[in-house]
């Protein structure tokens, strides 16, 4: 068993090795090229970045003791030409926890362009963002990326792409926008071979490959689409925003008892948000309404019950360079009688969970050294998740991060309860061209 | 007799205003007119303006780091409010990126950032006016401009500076809260009002920043600083701030100064 973890963990540094080698060797080859290509007017550039991290706990159940070890090349092309936008992201990773050693994805390929003066059109692989939240989102029914941001990943991997057709009308009473996914895009959620997650049935933290999370997904039919529609508007000063969401849930939390198997249950989505200037800071209050479609009366021990959920938040610069805010979730379970009468004595929910977060950002060295923290913590759960990184901009090019994600809880049962032996510490550089 | 009391005013009204009419040249000699003018030439050429801006950020060790970026500015009202559009090319972890002002001469500027990677437009909370502007030695105020009310003035001297006649004028903040300085020493070019060289001192009088104008030229008619710098004098290093391309009274719309714009740039002025 020694031997083994011993010739795991060489075979490990040897890889680091590879790999560290590998982005010195690009870093180098690029640098060259980046006057000369800026020069010509190149369109391409993008960046290189190398990124370790490892766990703290000994007994993590995954196959790996790191939470990250790739080494990633992100290319950017645009191109603008009559009345047209074309833009495209890649990433082509080298992975070593990942099955795929060497993969790439098409992270956005989109064409945009406006008809009848007033009607913008955005069509391909993209990332939408809408409603108010910090990290935390209610409106926001697009795709997220959990297991990258638990992995130090930059903040952009949180959310992933859709292939969509989006389409926003601006008209003098406000802006009309609709986001069509004909394919149902699921989050990407901790799986157990990066991360371990607390798996109820077995009644322990699980990872590695007789545990990998198997869920079961819509088929790709015309009634099976996603649709995101946001109105919005300005009233003297606030951004006042409703929503409709028409799809599923984006996390598997509804379980097939004849397939055994996780999958994605129907889910609406109305809401409304507001955001404005509010005493030196800007104030935001959110809220919606989840109709779980599979559900309605709330006694099916299988599908989520519905519920309602706001949230308010308030930022401002406490200090200069110094920007601190604060969030309060609350998630309202409806019918929980019901709930707790269908799951037999086996209800780990609560009525109301409530979440608190919040974020300090401070600047140093004229922008040079920046300092960020980021609070999850519910006391109705009883759990945290706890995030910071250091970045050091070493040049206009080169950053340097280091930083953490840090889980507790007093179950695994709650929602970063389940994640708490994966505590990690990263480091990441990053170089840009 | 209210159509007489109205009569009356506008007489009065108006032979005030003859008199300040003929004064013009006597009131040259006061600070404040002088320090308004300057902020209309400075701040508020012509009604709108689009340039091309390279800052260098260079440290105390010798260090540099670029920014490149177009500005758009829009005026509503001369010496009111103002709307600022910014799209970066570089560095390169920044291109792309677009940040909105819209300023308010009552004092509550707005502020948004869209950052393209995550399709996310983000109002920003910055009450103080004196945090860098993108990590240069510029602070928001500097680059959208102090109003010349907020300060008292006083003229200390008329005198030369690098060949230039110039009012030497002292301006103090009226607030006591006021965090950026504690006297500020400015010299205005009696040719066309600029601000040829700013001198910041902090409540022990000592000089803590100096503004500089490296380079004017006349623009469309119009003198414009087009080499800019900023020293910090206590840490030792400096910004300086490159217009090139700039043109006046383009016509540019309001619109563009929305969330629509933030995420779909204006092309007709952003390569």
């Known amino acids: 068993m020694t031997n083994l973890r011993t010739i795991k963990i060489e075979m490990n540094l040897k890889r680091f090795t590879v790999s560290l080698l590998g982005l010195m060797l690009l870093v180098s080859l690029l640098s060259p090229l980046t006057p000369a290509a800026s020069a010509q007017g190149l369109p391409v550039y993008g960046f290189v970045q190398g990124l370790w991290g490892g766990f703290l706990h000994e007994r993590n159940p995954v196959p790996s003791e790191y939470s990250a070890s790739e080494v990633r090349l992100q290319l950017k092309l645009e191109e603008y030409s009559g009345g047209a936008e074309f833009f495209a992201r890649t990433d082509f990773v080298y992975d070593d926890i990942s099955d795929d050693q060497y993969n790439w994805e098409l992270r956005e390929g989109y064409v945009k362009f406006t008809l009848f003066n007033y009607v913008d059109f955005k069509v391909g692989r993209q990332i939408s963002t809408w409603g108010t939240g910090d990290l935390i989102f209610i409106n926001d029914v697009f795709a997220k990326d959990y297991e990258s941001f638990f992995s130090g990943r930059d903040d952009q991997y949180l959310k992933a792409p859709q292939t969509s057709l989006r389409v926003e009308y601006y008209s003098p009473y406000g802006t009309f926008s609709v986001v069509w996914t004909p394919e149902f895009t699921p989050n990407r959620i901790p799986d157990g071979m990066r991360f371990s997650y607390f798996n109820p049935m077995v009644g322990d933290f699980v990872g590695g490959e007789p545990f990998v999370l198997m869920a079961r997904q819509p088929e790709s039919t015309w009634e099976n689409s996603e649709t995101a529609f946001r109105y919005q508007n300005s009233v003297s000063g606030w951004a006042l925003a409703l929503y409709g969401y028409r799809g599923f849930y984006k996390n598997p939390v509804g379980f097939d008892p004849m397939a055994m198997m996780p999958y994605y249950p129907r889910l609406n989505v109305y809401g409304a948000s507001v955001r404005g200037q509010f005493s030196g800071g800007i104030l935001w209050v959110e809220g919606g309404y989840f109709d779980s479609r599979g559900d309605s009366d709330g006694d099916n021990p299988f599908v989520p019950n519905s519920e309602l959920q706001g949230l308010v938040g308030y930022e401002r610069q406490v200090a200069t360079n110094l920007t601190a805010n604060i969030q309060y979730q609350a998630q309202y379970m409806l019918d929980h009688d019901k709930y707790v009468a269908s799951q037999m004595g086996g209800a780990t929910e609560d009525e109301l969970r409530s979440l608190i977060t919040s974020r300090l950002t401070k600047t140093l060295k004229l922008e040079t050294i920046v300092l960020s923290s980021f609070i999850f913590y519910s006391p109705s759960d009883e759990d945290v998740y706890y995030r910071f990184n250091v970045d050091w901009k070493y040049s206009d090019n080169m950053t340097l991060t280091l930083g953490g994600n840090l889980f507790d809880g007093t179950s695994g049962a709650t929602e970063f309860g389940a994640f708490m032996l994966n505590d990690n510490l990263y480091g990441k550089v990053t170089y840009g061209f | ?271």
């Open chain 2, 1 to 271: 007799m209210k159509k007489l009391r109205t009569l009356l005013v506008f007489v009065l009204a108006n032979a005030l205003g003859l008199m300040a009419f003929s004064n013009a040249n006597a009131q040259e000699k006061d600070p404040t007119e002088i320090m308004k003018k300057s902020h209309m030439a400075y701040y508020y050429a012509a009604d709108d303006g689009v340039a091309e801006v390279n800052m260098s950020i260079v440290n105390d060790k010798g260090k540099e780091r670029n920014r490149r970026f177009t500005m758009l500015r829009l005026d509503q009202a001369d010496g009111g409010d103002q709307k600022y559009y910014t799209y970066f090319y570089e560095p390169s972890d920044v291109k792309r990126l677009t940040f909105m002002v819209h300023k308010s001469a009552a004092g509550n500027d707005k502020r948004w950032i869209y950052v393209p990677a995550v399709d996310l437009i983000k109002p920003i909370a910055a009450d103080d006016k004196n945090s860098s502007f993108v990590g240069s030695n510029f602070t928001y105020e500097d680059v959208s401009g102090r109003l010349w009310t907020e300060d008292t003035h006083t003229l200390m001297k008329e005198d030369e500076l690098n060949g230039s006649a110039v009012w030497v004028i002292e301006s103090k903040p009226k607030d006591a809260g006021y965090g950026g300085f504690a006297r500020k020493v400015s010299y205005i070019s009696k040719e066309n009002y600029l601000p040829l060289r700013e001198e910041y001192y902090n409540d022990k009088d000592e000089l803590i920043r100096v503004f500089t104008a490296e380079k004017v030229e006349v623009i469309d008619q119009i003198p414009t600083v087009t080499l800019r710098k900023m020293t910090d004098e206590k840490k030792g290093q400096y910004t300086t701030v490159q217009f090139s391309s700039i043109k006046y009274n383009q016509g540019i719309k309001d619109e563009v100064f929305t969330e629509r714009f933030l995420k779909n740039p204006p092309r007709e002025f952003v390569k």
